[in-house]
């Protein structure tokens, strides 16, 4: 296990609507990044957070959005949801600028996100 | 901008035989360096990762990876592959001195055949 944990595990949306996914970050991490991973491909980058600031971001339009919060959680928000959004969402915590001991991230196990 | 590439779609490999799973990247800086494994509807596990020194580093599962710098290239091994290490694995890039951001690349599906 990776002390970070995503809800819900599965959800499904209506096309139009808006959801919001949550991540819980492993203790001692202050960076949270989330991913899109459609069907058969690798995970796409979002965006990034650094102490509650957005600090990179992909190639996703601005109805996806984020947070992250003073304890290190994190919520993906995604407004008029299109048939595309469907993916597996994952959330990845690490220690940003750790040097050269903590530099990898670890994963959430996802939320599986329907749009019909 | 950095990127990651796995040349091959799926690798097959008869159990027991050696495996390799092929990454190249590119980087502004210095690569820091991983590989992840992804099994059936969970998240990604990490395995290993090159960050410094020695060019062959060891991970989880008897898997290793070599760093070869003049063909940025972060391939990765197992000298005896299992039916078990059938997967997903994902080669990844993370550049600390420009964004510090994960970037990955598409995926490699291994199959290890009894």
């Known amino acids: ?7 819900p595990t599965h959800l499904i949306k209506t096309r139009g609507q808006q959801v919001t996914l949550r991540c819980s970050s492993q203790s001692g991490h202050n960076t949270v990044s989330w991913y899109q991973q459609a069907l058969g491909q ?3 980058f979002i965006f990034q957070y650094y102490r509650e600031e957005e600090n990179g971001r992909g ?7 984020g947070l992250q919060f003073p304890n290190y959680s ?17 959330c990845a915590s690490s220690l940003a600028w750790g040097g050269r001991r903590n530099t990898e991230a670890f994963f959430g196990q996802g939320t599986r996100l329907t749009v019909v | 901008a950095q990127s990651v590439a796995q040349p091959e779609d799926q690798v097959n ?15 502004s800086g210095n690569p820091y360096l991983f590989w992840y494994v992804q ?9 290993l990762k090159y960050i410094t020194g020695d060019n062959l580093v060891k991970g989880s599962y008897g898997f290793e990876a ?10 990765l091994k197992k000298p005896s592959a ?3 290490d059938s997967a997903l694995y994902f080669c990844a890039v993370r550049d600390r001195e420009r964004d510090d951001k994960i970037i990955f690349g598409k995926g490699t599906r291994l199959h290890i055949l009894p």
């Open chain 1, 1 to 7: 296990e990776t002390g970070v944990t995503q809800s």
């Open chain 1, 42 to 44: 690798g995970p796409q």
């Open chain 1, 59 to 65: 190639n996703f339009p601005p109805r996806f959005s």
């Open chain 1, 74 to 90: 994190s919520e993906l928000n995604v407004n008029a949801l299109e048939l595309d959004d469907s993916a597996l969402y994952l």
């Open chain 2, 13 to 27: 490999v008869a159990e027991g035989n050696p495996l390799t799973v092929k990454c190249t990247y590119s980087v």
């Open chain 2, 39 to 47: 099994y059936p509807n969970r998240g990604l596990q990490f395995l």
């Open chain 2, 66 to 75: 070599e760093f070869n710098k003049s063909q940025t290239s972060f391939h």
């Open chain 2, 82 to 84: 299992l039916v078990s």
